[in-house]
């Protein structure tokens, strides 16, 4: 058996029932490594290694507020699963330590995430829309894109298409038609959700973000507008949650592309 401080890998967890399966492992030490099982302390970190058991993807890293040692280490630990690993709210000296500990980690500035792909078996997953209402979206969009990406989807990218010129979304009616999920992005008064949904069937995930003058309230009057829309079948996320959008339209696109509806699969 292996020490209780080292994660396992979903192979390691297929290869200990199979021993207990052919009899050359007891129930009882097998369920005493399983008891270890979830979390890996660092110390100023717990890291939860059985996320990826129960929700399909390992624990992602909320950089903000952490040393970049801090997110160096917890990413060189992820890393050693051998799964894709995420990081959002990075800086570039969040990148620069994690690079020295894992030579694989890129960085998107404009999103601000970090990210180390794990090895591919099948192309991205179609499906997912991904709609800004404006240029200065873009970073909570290319976030909810970035979370997509490695969660295995390829989004659709629909770029200032924002209701002061509703005819430069107009043309995109097609595409949003046949999405299986829309993730909408927008500031200001946030009506693009509403319009997006009044033209497709699709659930849309609507992200209100913190972009607008005063009265936007740091993205309060986008949020409230999206939760009091008229069209029905959009659900809401926090402000400028891009992670939390991209990681529910994957989990909706994944179910209604594999069929795999209460299976731990990869969202």
Known sequence: MRRHDTPYSEADLRGMLQRVADGSLSIDLAADALRALPVEELGFASLDHHRALRKGFPEVVFCQSKTPAQVSEIFARLAKTGQAV????????????AK???????????GRTL???APRRTPLTPGVVLVSAG????????????????????????????????????KHTRTLQRA?????????????ASVIGGL???????VPTS?????SLGGFTALFAMLNSCSPGIA???????????YLAASINHRIVRGTAGKAESP
């Open 236 to 246: 809401v996320v926090n402000i400028d949650n891009g992670f939390g959008a991209g």
């Open 115 to 117: 990210w180390i792909e």
């Open 180 to 192: 299986n999920v829309v993730i909408v992005v927008a500031g200001m008064e946030g009506a693009l």
């Open 100 to 110: 020295r500990k894992s030579r694989t980690v890129q960085y998107d500035q404009l």
């Open 135 to 170: 240029t200065a979206d873009l970073p909570i969009a290319e976030e909810a894109a970035r979370t997509l990406e490695v969660l295995g989807h390829r989004p659709e990218r629909i770029y200032d298409v924002g209701v002061a010129g509703l005819h430069r979304l107009v």
């Open 200 to 206: 497709t069937s699709a659930p849309v995930v609507a």
């Open 86 to 97: 995420l990081g959002t709210r990075a800086t570039p000296a969040h990148y620069r330590a």
């Open 211 to 215: 972009v607008g003058y005063g009265t």
